[in-house]
């Protein structure tokens, strides 16, 4: 592809190769700096039936070099997702680069955990670890030129395609919003009726510890015969 | 044969090329939420060009008072932004030095309670649909631009239910809270009430027991 002569490959390979280069190794994004059996968990509150994709990429400290290195081979993290009961929906062991996906059965709250879990990092890296992540959710994680290629869309037809999934995204939201609103209102009424239900437990345990009170006083007394 | 090779390597060179500077300009943008742990401190990190424009929308949504410290610093070290104990913001900025941006979060003031944080970073404006989109020729059609309005409006939609969401979260979150310690604190008062009835019958009794002269007994 580079060029049919094999002097022309020579000359012309390298450019190119250094472009494919420039355009691999850019950073994937935000990145942060996790210890070396630490537990870095982030939650993702999502409505039902929703898809969520994140992509991480791993650099590991130089110690010598006082630098990040581009990429290291042997470095795993492992990921776990958990849903709102606490369930584990995705429990796998990745390279230093992966990828995971996992779609919402229940809406809700539900935790992505990442740790590494080398053992290479006690010896190298002096216990720090550069994590590249990106999560993506619902219909930020549709890829449109893939769609496009695949279903052989026009422009217009593949903005249509986004606006329904945007408005699908909106519609499952509501209906997330519904049920939380439900929740909430169960919540405050199961405290009313507790305020109400121990304030009168409460009175009635009041009078009667008196009348107790009083009872036993007086009984005493008489023994003693001060009364 | 050896025109051609240079024609279609140069061709590839100038897709590439035209990538890596659609790469640039993307939009690289998180939406996270995270538990901060107290007395901790959390950085992320995230690589911008020179003249992009970034934004920072953070909000804290469960634990405490509702508040947390964070600061921006530029690649040079200067600090861009710092609040402290705020609930929540929203901070724009234009990097005038292309590198490395860093944001931070701070629970350091607080000794028990850990917190719930959820930040949205943006860098850049949205990419085309389509990568070869970029670099249309022709002005926009009226269906289309009529599509890019409703996108944005959406955009705009889904932003505001975002919103939404973290404060019935937080609201839900109290009511929770509330439900629970109702509970907590009538159970802690009846036993206080056992306890205190008890013994003060207890200690009555006490003062009237002792082998004291009639008179003392009578006085106290």
Known sequence: MAGVGARGRLVMGWPVLLLLALCAAGARGLYFHIGETEKRCFIEEIPDETMVIGNYRTQMWDKQKEVFLPSTPGLGMHVEVKDPEGKVVLSRQYGSEGRFTFTSHTPGEHQICLHSNSTRMALFAGGRLRVHLDIQVGEHANNYPEIAAKDKLTELQLRARQLLDQVEQIQKEQDYQRYREERFRLTSESTNQRVLWWSIAQTVILILTGIWQMRHLKSFFEAKKLV | ?220
């Open chain 2, 1 to 220: 044969m050896d025109s051609a090779a240079p024609r279609s390597t140069s061709a590839l060179l100038l897709l590439l090329l035209l990538l890596l500077l659609l790469r640039a300009e993307r939009t690289r943008g998180a939406e996270l939420t995270f538990e901060l742990p107290d007395s901790a401190k959390q950085c992320f990190h995230e690589d911008v060009e020179q003249g992009v424009k970034f934004s920072l929308d953070y909000q804290v949504i469960t634990g405490g008072h509702y508040d947390v410290d964070c600061y921006v610093e530029d690649p040079l070290g200067n600090t861009i932004y710092r609040e402290t104990k705020k609930q929540y913001d929203s901070f724009t900025h234009r990097a005038e030095v292309k590198g490395v941006y860093q944001f931070c979060f701070s629970n350091e003031f607080s000794t028990f309670s850990h917190k719930t944080i959820y930040f949205d970073f943006q860098v850049g404006d949205e990419p085309p649909i389509l990568p070869d989109m970029g670099n249309r020729v022709t002005a926009l059609t009226q269906m289309e631009s009529a599509c890019v309005t409703i996108h944005e409006a959406l955009k705009t939609v889904i932003d505001s239910q975002t919103h939404y969401r973290l404060r019935e979260a937080q609201d839900r979150a109290r009511a929770e809270d509330l439900n629970n310690r109702v509970s907590y604190w009538s159970i802690g008062e009846t036993v206080a009430l056992f306890v205190v009835s008890f013994s003060q019958v207890l200690l009555l009794k006490s003062f009237f027991t002792e082998k004291r002269p009639v008179s003392r007994a009578v006085h106290s």
